[in-house]
């Protein structure tokens, strides 16, 4: 996907009702998190749930393809860089305390997915928590548009890989699951009935 495709569906996201609220998996997630720490969020889009750690007391670095509404957002405990998830991730061994992950981790193929997750670990300290939250298998979009590989479609020109809890798990093996279960929800999905995500807590072995 390009920056273009992010810079319109980024516009068209904070035209909406939810766009200033943390969403409902990191209100989540917090409870399972230590009380501080460094956090950094893949894919922070509009920066929400960024600002909701921030200001939760953790120092953030929010991450994404094009950074355009975080910019606004940077200040004492928050910065911003633009990263490409498909490259290695430009952080040093165990730089953050906390990785974080919305909607974020699914648009790669199995290569890169892998090679995600191992730098994901690789950035996190010892005994340090993974959160992600992803597109499900039980998803009506499922087995539509093309197969590219197995869960892995594209669909309306975007390629979007689905996750079950088994694939999910998989994926973030090299961290001890917490939570991972298809009980995800967001505001937007749930408005089309959607209540089955997949959400993933671990901690790094």
């Given at each position: 996907m390009t920056d273009d495709y992010w810079s319109k569906l980024h516009a068209l996201y904070s035209q909406t009702d939810w766009a200033a609220k943390p969403s409902l998996f990191a209100e989540t997630v917090k409870s399972y998190l230590p009380k501080s720490g460094t956090l950094l969020e893949l894919g922070a889009g509009l920066g929400q749930d960024s600002a909701y750690f921030?200001?939760?007391?953790?120092?953030?670095?929010?991450?994404?393809?094009?950074?355009d509404k975080l910019t606004v957002?940077?200040?004492?405990?928050?910065?911003?860089?633009?990263?490409?998830?498909?490259?290695?991730?430009?952080?040093?061994?165990?730089?953050f305390d906390i990785v974080y992950a919305h909607l974020s981790l699914h648009y790669f193929d199995q290569a890169t997915t892998n090679h995600l997750f191992a730098e994901i670990h690789r950035i996190v300290t010892r005994?340090?928590?993974?959160?992600?939250?992803?597109?499900?298998?039980d998803d009506p979009e499922y087995d539509t548009g093309v197969q590219i590989e197995p869960d892995y479609f594209e669909i309306d020109g975007t390629a979007k890989r689905y996750?079950?809890?088994?694939?999910?798990?998989?994926?973030?093996?090299?961290?001890?699951?917490?939570?991972?279960?298809?009980?995800?929800?967001?505001?937007?999905?749930?408005?089309?009935?959607?209540?089955?995500?997949?959400?993933f807590i671990g901690t790094k072995k």
């Open positions: 921030s200001d939760s007391g953790y120092r953030v670095t929010a991450t994404d393809l094009n950074i957002l940077a200040g004492t405990n928050f910065s911003v860089q633009a990263v490409d998830l498909r490259q290695d991730l430009p952080f040093e061994n165990n730089s005994g340090g928590t993974l959160a992600f939250f992803t597109n499900s298998t996750l079950n809890v088994q694939s999910a798990r998989q994926f973030s093996r090299d961290f001890k699951p917490i939570l991972a279960d298809n009980k995800g929800e967001t505001y937007k999905d749930s408005a089309k009935g959607v209540h089955n995500l997949i959400r």
